[in-house]
Every structure is written in structure tokens, then in C-alpha cells.
Nanobody, 128 residues
Framework: QVQLVESGGGLVQAGGSLRLSCAAS????????MGWFRQAPGKEREFVAA????????YYAGSVKGRFTISRDSAKNTVYLQMNSLKPEDTAVYYC?????????????????????WGQGTQVTVSS
């Protein structure tokens, strides 16, 4: 079991930046990947970005590609989501997730059901 704790959410104006952090504790394996998802009120949880822990391969949703960057610090067991050029439609609760993956297919990393460990979420609000 992996415990995940997110931090770094807040209120920012459109065009601004925020960096989210997700600290992982417990057992992790080289086959693990960590992802960021978000959920706005009345909407389904959607994929934002993911990173494979071993070699650092990354995956992004089309809506954030070029604006968001996912990265990891192996020494700190922490994953980051740098969010630039934020838009009001980025407003949501952002969740960190972890799971074991044996495929490199994007579709596995983008599916919430592929992850079995979730953080409590952190609110990101972008004002216009």
C-alpha cells in the first residue's frame, strides 16, 4: 500500500502558475507510475498527467500538454505537477494517484481504474 499526500493547491489568476506536490510513502516498486487527475463539480474525474517511476516517461492529456509538466524526485519520493498558463477551466480538485503498470500504452495511464492508491485531493481555483 502506498500513502499519498498532495499539497500546493490554491487560488490563482488566469495566466498564473502553481506547483502541486505529491509525497509518497510506503512500498513502491520500479513498475509503479504516478498520475494526476482532476475533478470539477458535476464532472467526472479526468486524467491530467502521469509519469513512470523507473525511467521517467511522461503522459499528458491534450488539454494540458504544453502548459503542465509532471516530474519526480526519486530521493524525496515526490511527484510534482508544474502548472503554467492556467485557465479558469483548470479549476478542480486535483488528485494524486499511484499504481503498478506493465504496459506503456497511454490508455492505461489515463484510466482512473488503473490506479489503486489515491491522495485526498487539493483544490485549485483559477479566477478570470
Amino acid at each position: 500500500q502506498v500513502q499519498l499526500v498532495e499539497s500546493g493547491g490554491g487560488l490563482v489568476q488566469a495566466g498564473g502558475s502553481l506547483r502541486l506536490s505529491c509525497a509518497a510513502s510506503g512500498r513502491t516498486f520500479s513498475t509503479y507510475a504516478m498520475g494526476w487527475f482532476r475533478q470539477a463539480p458535476g464532472k467526472e474525474r479526468e486524467f491530467v498527467a502521469a509519469i513512470r517511476w523507473s525511467e521517467g516517461s511522461t503522459y499528458y492529456a491534450g488539454s494540458v500538454k504544453g502548459r503542465f509538466t509532471i516530474s519526480r524526485d526519486s530521493a524525496k519520493n515526490t511527484v510534482y505537477l508544474q502548472m503554467n498558463s492556467l485557465k479558469p477551466e483548470d479549476t478542480a480538485v486535483y488528485y494524486c494517484a499511484a499504481g503498478e503498470f506493465y504496459s506503456i500504452s497511454y490508455y492505461y495511464y489515463a484510466a482512473p481504474g488503473s490506479y489503486n492508491n489515491w491522495g485526498q485531493g487539493t483544490q485549485v481555483t483559477v479566477s478570470s
